[in-house]
């Protein structure tokens, strides 16, 4: 029996490598050793020489992609992840691989690109959509807050997912908001990063000794 190709997957791949053709397009006007993470000033504190920069940074958002896919797919609840989160599970290092990449390689050339805006925005857009739907989000085990009693129990893991929506939300507008402000955000980044994580898995655990 043939095995059904996966056309979602080849496609998502292929569009994640498609930076290699403008890093080749690019690849003699490069400097030999290109930027690849900059601090909350927008300074370059990390290069890579500009062969790892075109081929490794694409194969490296494919890798992660395919693992992402394959997680999603072994999930034994896949079904009960909302659409739109699969979705965006589905496209969301496509997309960064087709943003990330080639701002990097312009980077290097010169281009002036605000990558400390740039960063802190994309992220806030991200957990504002995660946020917007993660009350539609049922029991799985690859989105959402998988804890040990949220997992056992439909009423916790409702709840936490309800007040995690809005949380992050508000998070993910906070982000956006602060990725235009002339301030080192880097502190406030990391603050609201611990809330969103910390804040729903408290709650989750106090629904959890309540017997919820």
């Known amino acids: 029996m043939k095995r059904k190709v996966d056309r979602t997957l080849i496609i998502t791949t292929l569009i994640c490598l498609l930076p290699i053709v403008i890093g080749l397009v690019l690849y003699n006007k490069l400097p030999n050793e290109i930027a690849i993470h900059w601090n909350a000033s927008g300074t370059p504190d990390n290069y890579v020489p500009k062969a790892i920069a075109v081929w490794g940074l694409p194969i490296l958002m494919a890798s992660i992609h395919q693992f992402v896919l394959m997680m999603m797919e072994k999930d034994p609840k896949r079904a009960n992840v909302s659409t739109v989160l ?5 496209w969301i290092i496509p997309i960064m691989s087709l943003i990330l990449t080639p701002v990097t390689l312009f980077k290097a050339l010169g281009y002036n690109i605000p990558i400390e805006i740039l960063v802190p925005v994309m992220a806030g857009i991200l957990i504002t959509v995660f946020g917007n739907y993660l009350p539609k989000c049922k029991q799985n085990y690859t989105v959402g807050i998988r804890l040990t009693w949220t997992l056992n129990s439909t009423d916790n893991w409702n709840k936490t997912h309800h007040m995690a929506g809005y949380l992050w939300t508000i998070g993910g507008i906070c982000m956006i908001v602060g990725g235009f402000l002339t301030i080192y955000w880097v502190p406030i980044v990391l603050i609201i990063a611990a809330i ?17």
Request: no cysteine; proline share 5%; glycine share 14%.
């Open 196 to 212: 969103l994580v910390g804040a729903p898995v408290l709650y989750s655990y106090l629904l959890y000794k309540k017997g919820i």
């Open 86 to 90: 699969k979705q965006v599970g589905i």
